[in-house]
């Protein structure tokens, strides 16, 4: 495994992951009870990501190159949007 990401992949940098962070932040303190979608949806939108040529490995986590989320966090949330070029995978639920 390489230190570096290869040439497909974007460069991870710090500021990509504040990026993600605060975008967590913002969605937890501006959310309400409902903010998680339920145990089925999680799944479906992980096998979609799971399987999708727009993932990558960050530090060990599942990080989506499109948005610089880490997509078990953004699958768990309602209001978040898969942002796939070719169209989305998968959308919010409310
Ligand atoms: S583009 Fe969509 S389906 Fe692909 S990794 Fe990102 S969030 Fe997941």
Same mark, same amino acid.
């Given at each position: 495994? %390489?230190?570096? #990401?290869?040439?497909?992949? !974007? #460069? @991870?940098?710090?500021? %990509?992951?504040? *990026?993600?962070?605060?975008?967590?932040?913002?969605? @937890?303190?501006? %959310?309400?009870?409902?903010?998680?979608?339920?145990?089925?949806?999680?799944? $479906?939108? $992980?096998?979609?990501?799971?399987?999708?040529?727009?993932?990558?490995?960050? @530090?060990?986590?599942?990080?989506? *190159?499109?948005?610089?989320? @880490?997509?078990?966090? *953004?699958? %768990?949330?309602?209001?978040?949007?898969?942002?796939? #070029?070719?169209?989305? !995978?998968?959308?919010?639920?409310?």
């Amino acid at each position: 495994m %390489s230190c570096c #990401p290869d040439k497909k992949n !974007k #460069p @991870f940098t710090e500021y %990509s992951l504040v *990026k993600a962070t605060r975008s967590v932040i913002k969605h @937890f303190t501006n %959310s309400t009870y409902d903010a998680f979608v339920d145990e089925e949806v999680k799944k $479906m939108r $992980m096998e979609a990501c799971n399987g999708c040529d727009q993932l990558r490995e960050v @530090f060990g986590l599942k990080n989506c *190159k499109v948005c610089d989320c @880490f997509v078990d966090a *953004k699958s %768990s949330l309602v209001e978040m949007d898969c942002e796939h #070029p070719d169209g989305s !995978k998968w959308r919010r639920e409310k």
